[in-house]
């Protein structure tokens, strides 16, 4: 089908999203899941990789899911909106999710040519049920895990967020008066004190079953919490990124200190940095971003070239896992980015 473009939306082929008992939709949308329980998605890749990757794992915060693509203009116009929105709510536990069906390649050119303020985690070629067919098409979903708004990414107002945000539980209300200490303390992320002042609270016998209730409800948030930071390291430095996972790793050992998660990350971490090719693409990676430090953006041509030779002089006089990493960056600006499918 031939590309068809306006200020609204950026038409979809038919198998460029894949629909599951799709329902007939209007031109620029997808089908509609208002009230509804969000569908999963899976995808084939991820750039900026988040430690939580279905649509469950966000129950009890807030996820916006946007389609979109680089080639679309409507879909770079809607970029800065979705930056501002995550700058804005991002630690209230408002979560961004941008979906497109274009190659690694192809967006990563756009992000570190134009846009390096785009880190919201991407998922590509993902499967899915939403049947959109025209983009940018957003579904905001609510702490109950199920879709609270629709449409355009544009027209998603402060209010909307504010208001799903206002739903997301807030730990030093739970029941207990001892218990609500260890909440406020996790309300404010302070995750190693919040544990063991539940964890006082359950070894206590004043406590009264309120109490011990919650602080149960607290401790076993806080571990899935944990663990679920531990599994993100873990496949971070399968993705071949340890500079990724070792950055995790000390977040984890800062946040969980004292705890056996913190032990765990502290453990990891001394392994990972003692492993001489993970040790070796760390440098590499940061040699790199020294170079992209210096760009201005949007990247001009001039620049572009210079940088992709600078890079594949590092990349000739390394080897391993370093090389491959300032070669997938020398890839990124072999050539400029274009508006197109791929």
């Known amino acids: 089908m031939k590309r068809r473009r306006s200020l609204v939306f950026c038409r979809l082929a038919a198998p460029v999203l894949l629909a599951v008992a799709a329902a007939p939709l209007a031109a620029g949308t997808g089908k509609s899941f208002l009230g509804q329980e969000a569908p999963e998605f899976q995808a084939s890749d991820w750039i900026h990789r988040p430690a939580r990757t279905s649509v469950a794992e966000y129950r009890g915060e807030v996820l916006l899911l946007e389609f979109s693509a680089t080639w679309c203009p409507p879909c770079r116009a809607s970029f800065p909106h979705l930056i501002g929105l995550s700058e804005k709510y991002g630690r209230r536990g408002f979560n961004i999710i941008i979906l497109s069906n274009e190659s690694r390649i192809q967006v990563e050119r756009y992000i570190h040519q134009f846009l390096p303020g785009l880190r919201m985690p991407i998922a590509l070629k993902a499967a899915n049920p939403y049947a959109v067919t025209g983009i940018p098409h957003a579904y905001l979903v609510g702490v109950d895990g199920k879709v609270v708004w629709e449409g355009s990414p544009a027209s998603l107002s402060d209010d909307v967020v504010e208001r799903e945000l206002r739903r997301i539980r ?29 964890a006082k609270v359950l070894e206590s016998d004043r406590a009264t079953e309120a109490d011990k209730k919650s602080a149960a409800e607290i401790r076993e948030y806080i571990q899935a919490l944990a ?21 995790v790793l000390e977040e984890i050992t ?19 940095s003692r492993d001489a090719d993970a040790g070796a693409r760390v440098k590499a990676e940061a040699r790199v971003a020294k170079i992209l430090d210096r760009l201005k953006y949007p990247v ?43």
């Open 170 to 198: 807030k730990w030093k209300d739970v029941e207990g008066r001892r218990a609500a200490k260890a909440g406020k303390l996790l309300d404010k992320r302070q995750y190693a004190k919040a544990y063991a002042a539940a």
């Open 300 to 342: 001009n041509e001039k620049e572009r070239i210079a940088v992709h030779r600078a890079l594949e002089k590092m990349a000739a006089k390394l080897e391993g896992a370093a090389k491959d990493a300032v070669e997938r960056w020398a890839e990124i600006f072999k050539e400029k980015w274009v508006p197109k499918r791929s």
């Open 227 to 247: 663990e679920r930071r531990l599994a993100w390291a873990d496949a971070l430095a399968e993705d071949g990124r340890p500079d990724r996972a070792l950055t």
């Open 254 to 272: 800062t946040a969980f200190k004292g705890t056996e998660w913190g032990t765990q990350a502290d453990r990891r971490f001394a392994e990972l």
